[in-house]
């Protein structure tokens, strides 16, 4: 059925049932997973799939249903649903339903020769990269896993106040497990790349990071506990920031879950720590024109040089706030109601590159790797206490692989410790955002081991 | 859900290029979720899942396929664009679909669907109340209530035709106690395989009460200590333990392809003599418990580990080729959006025979952890970790000072064998547990134990 007809169906019997404003927030789209294991394509996966959210004000409350039947059929199942959750809502705080904004930037997030690669070389690729990776060196003892992946993604927001809005988007990725093993000593390496040109994606490369990740944690042992200088290397310090970004949402603020209340323009890190948030960055992942509210998408700076110069807002926050909105309204799928989220968020490069920062450090650990990071940090009081793998620095140079340790400290004390930003900016894997950072050296923080 | 004759063409095109077993999953689920912050409801989500998977088999390689859609055209298309990753030709199968009953192990009393929001939004307040109420440093608290219906079914090439309905209920209160600038949380989350009678005759009292005193009593604590040491973990949800430095390394998932350490190990010692692990999905209406699994096995009682000598891997029907082993009722996924694989149920360590009093009093110096945090382990290494939500000093065989902050780390079967006291106070713990099929309900469980020495993360010096 045309999506356009079944919206204005869908509105007509909402207003129909004293429902006000209604909004439509539609998610589309395919998807192709492939796994090799030993030479051969062990997993394979295709998916065709689209979700449509509904939401509306009811009595000055606003109501949320969905459904993955987008047909007719739904219309008063989505309505009733929507109605009935309404009226169960007492937050005093309006949501709104949004005319749009005046300028929309626009943002391309489609490429079109992906969307042309063919699936036998698509499937020669992942083959390829097993292979490499077997080629490099003797003791790599397996592929854990070897995967390609990639999707296409349509999203269509429609309201009653005359927004309609479309955007589509296309992605690839891959990574790759390897298990290192001499004798008794097991490591595993991890390397991954995403993006929509399917060109860059370069298999030997790739397996040379992971191999190379692997091989140099054979012989780790622990170190003994104490406070060293810390290096968090870039992959560590993107994966602990995107366990914090909830810190920096307005929601969390006015809700008395956030240390970062009542702290706006007050220097909370080190004159070395900007944090940016740039829906339109180059190359971004989430990069994109209109956040969840159909509000055009922002730049901005949410540390600049230690200062906190904004939370995140979505129209709810702001207007509690009695400030515009940053154009961070989420919807992580057509199952979430309005959340806030970064888009590509990111810590900015500094000026000294990794080996330097290395150079500088008479003792001190390297951190590599982060695990645990739902469970061994607190996004409340900003504790954290992480399982970790990493190197022993000493006079300047990597001496040692370490393991069996945890590295524990406070978050909001941490980022006032740094003392260089490195140059090496790198970016996660997607998720709700795409968030990165360069290495960071960080004047102590506890580590636990013999 | 599907007619006999839908299904059969299915199943047919599925295999038209050669594959050796079609599966196809129907599900189709209503949610709703509720939160309640400071009080106040400040959002509710209800909606429907409805999806098809489809999963050919040929030898130890799999295709899967899903879609939203369940008519005629989009079945077979999607079946046919699935069967496109063979290259072969059809063998001569007929498929004899026989529907056969499934045995209900989690019996519901009352549909949550037919209760009214406004109730359920009731006890909600209760617990906000209780916990905001418990304390004048507690300044916030949250409550979650999620409920949900899922109906599937499940037929293969062998003729297995299943349908089974799941219901669970789960309410998550989280209390946050603030002291000079610094903030704490304490978190509890019941749940069960039932309707609201799961709610109607759930004490939200105490585990509101519970989430606030945890909140409160790591607010006043000092770091927890660094170092390796002995440490107590209490029953309940300490099963986690168990449930990362092992559970996941018995999955078929990571045994079947030699990546586990416990790959190649049955019949040897892998943990103390003192430790028996089960794997039980039959447990009427526990979180983790299922009539059937994904795969239409009905399921069943798996002991892991016996007396310390593992016994079995939990394994599905894919995995089960490439071991030459049986199936044991152990095949899960999230939604019809993930092929469906080898995961727990209900994970436990069996009761030993120490009382917890003796456990404490025999211990002269380590750490106690009384509530535990989630975690994760690295099946090819073996390496773990979990947090400690709720930790106090031991001294002397006496519980001391509260402390925050811990982490506990170490390698699968070293802290198996290092496990040297197993108390007789079962318990289970309910959570989510993440993995390659996506995120199932699972439960953890074990008496007290006591590991002679594992490595504490924290903040402080030794103890």
């Known amino acids: ?450 | 859900m599907l007619n006999k004759q839908l299904i059969v063409d299915t199943l047919t095109a599925a295999l038209s290029t050669g594959g050796d077993f079609a599966e196809i999953y129907v599900e189709d689920r209503t949610n709703t979720g509720i939160v309640m912050i400071g009080g106040k409801v400040e959002s509710t989500m209800s909606g429907r899942d409805y999806g098809v998977g489809i999963r050919i088999f040929k030898g130890f390689n799999s295709i899967y396929a899903y879609t939203n859609k369940s008519d005629r055209d989009t079945l077979i298309s999607t079946a046919k664009k699935a069967a496109a990753a063979i290259e072969g030709t059809s063998g001569n199968l007929s498929i004899n679909l026989i529907k056969s009953d499934v045995k209900n192990i989690n019996m519901i009393q009352i549909d949550p669907d037919t209760i009214e929001k406004t109730k359920k939004v009731q006890l909600m307040r209760q617990a906000y109340n209780t916990a905001f109420n418990y304390d004048e440093i507690i300044t916030q608290v949250t409550v979650n209530y999620t409920d949900y219906d899922q109906n599937i079914m499940v037929a293969n090439s062998e003729g297995l035709w299943k349908e089974d309905k799941r219901v669970r209920s789960r309410m998550g209160i989280s209390a946050i106690a603030s002291k000079n600038g610094e903030m704490q949380s304490g978190f509890f989350g019941p749940g069960a395989s039932k309707g609201y009678e799961f709610f109607e005759n759930l004490d939200i009292d105490y585990y509101a009460k519970e989430a606030s005193r945890i909140a409160v009593t790591m607010v006043n604590a000092k770091y927890s200590p660094s170092g390796r040491m002995p440490v107590i973990i209490d029953n309940g949800f300490g099963g986690v333990i168990f449930h990362e430095a092992c559970g996941h390394g018995l999955e078929a998932t990571s045994v079947a392809k030699g990546l586990s350490v416990y790959s190649d190990k049955i019949g040897q010692k892998v943990a103390s003599n003192l430790v028996t692990a089960i794997d039980d999905g039959t447990i009427s209406n526990e979180w983790g418990s299922i009539n059937i699994d994904d795969e239409g096995t009905s399921s069943q009682r798996n002991v892991l580990i016996e007396n310390g000598i593992l016994k079995g891997y939990m394994i599905d029907k894919l995995n089960a080729r490439r071991m030459k082993m049986d199936i044991t009722g152990s095949s899960r996924r999230q939604s019809y959006r993930y092929a469906p694989t080898s995961r727990m149920t209900n994970t436990f360590i069996d009761n030993g025979k120490s009382t917890p009093e003796e456990i404490i009093s025999n211990t002269e110096k380590g750490l106690y952890a009384k509530y535990m945090g989630g975690g994760s382990v690295n099946p090819s290494t073996g390496e773990f970790n979990f947090a400690v939500m709720e930790g106090y000093i031991i001294e002397n065989g006496k519980i001391k000072e509260p402390v925050r902050g811990g982490t506990l780390i170490g390698k699968g079967m070293d802290v198996l064998n290092k496990i040297d006291m197993v108390g007789n106070n079962l318990l289970h713990g309910q959570g989510m547990c993440g993995s390659v099929s996506g995120s199932i309900p699972t439960n953890v469980g074990q008496p007290m134990i006591r590991v002679s020495e594992i490595t504490v993360g924290g903040r402080e010096g030794e103890v």
């Not at chain 1, 309404?86 to 992906?114: C, H, R």
């Not at chain 1, 307005?250 to 209340?261: C, H, I, T």
Request: proline share 2%; aromatic share 10%.
């Open chain 1, 1 to 450: 059925m045309d999506m356009k007809l079944m919206i204005e169906k869908l509105f007509a019997e909402g207003k129909k049932q004293g429902m006000e404003d209604m909004e439509v927030y539609y998610g589309g789209g395919n998807s192709l997973t492939l796994k090799v294991f030993q030479k051969e394509l062990d997993g394979y996966s295709l998916s065709e799939s689209e979700g449509l959210s509904f939401r509306g004000v009811y009595n000055g409350k606003m109501g949320y249903s969905y459904t993955e039947k987008v047909d007719e059929t739904s219309i008063e199942i989505l309505i009733k649903g929507a109605i009935e959750n309404a009226q169960v809502i007492d937050s005093e705080d309006e949501e709104l339903i949004f005319e749009g904004s005046k300028v929309y930037k626009e943002v391309n997030n489609f490429n079109a020769s992906l969307a042309a690669v063919k699936e036998t070389d698509k499937i020669k690729f992942v083959k390829e990269l097993e292979a490499e990776c077997f080629k490099i060196d003797d003791r790599i003892a397996s592929v854990e896993t070897c995967v390609y992946g990639d999707g296409y993604g349509e999203t269509i927001m429609s309201n009653t106040k005359g927004l309609y809005l479309q955007e589509k988007s296309n992605i690839a990725y891959t990574y790759v497990v390897v298990v290192a093993k001499k004798s008794d000593d097991i490591k595993t390496g991890f390397a991954y790349r995403t993006g929509n040109d399917f060109n860059k994606f370069n298999p030997k490369e790739l397996a040379e990071e992971a191999v190379k990740e692997a091989l140099s944690q054979l012989g780790a042992s622990s170190i003994k506990s104490g406070d060293y200088t810390i290096v968090l290397r870039n992959n560590a310090s993107a994966d602990m920031l995107d366990s914090f970004t909830g810190i920096f949402s307005a929601e969390n603020v006015q809700k008395d879950l956030s240390l970062l209340k009542g702290k706006l323009n007050e220097k909370i890190g080190s004159d070395k720590f900007t944090l940016i948030d740039d829906p339109f960055m180059e190359g971004g992942l989430s990069s994109k024109s209109f956040d969840g509210e159909g509000v055009a998408c922002k730049y901005k700076k949410v540390i600049d040089k230690g200062v906190l110069k904004t939370y995140f807002h979505n129209l709810k926050t702001a207007k509690k706030d009695g400030v515009e909105t940053t154009g961070n309204a989420s919807k992580s799928s057509y199952k979430s109601p309005i959340d806030i989220s970064p888009s590509n968020f990111y810590i900015e490069k500094g000026d000294k590159s990794f080996d330097e920062i290395i150079s500088t450090i008479e003792k001190g650990v390297l951190i590599t790797e982060l695990q645990g990071l739902h469970s061994g940090l607190n996004t409340i009081s900003g504790d954290f206490s992480l399982a970790a793998l990493g190197f022993e620095i000493e006079n300047g140079k990597i001496k040692r692989p370490v393991e069996q340790i945890t590295v524990a400290g406070n978050y909001f004390e941490m980022i006032k410790n740094i003392e260089e930003v490195g140059t090496d900016l790198k970016f996660g894997l997607p998720g709700d955002a795409y968030i990165g950072s360069p290495s960071l050296k960080i004047k102590k923080l506890s580590i636990s081991g013999e």
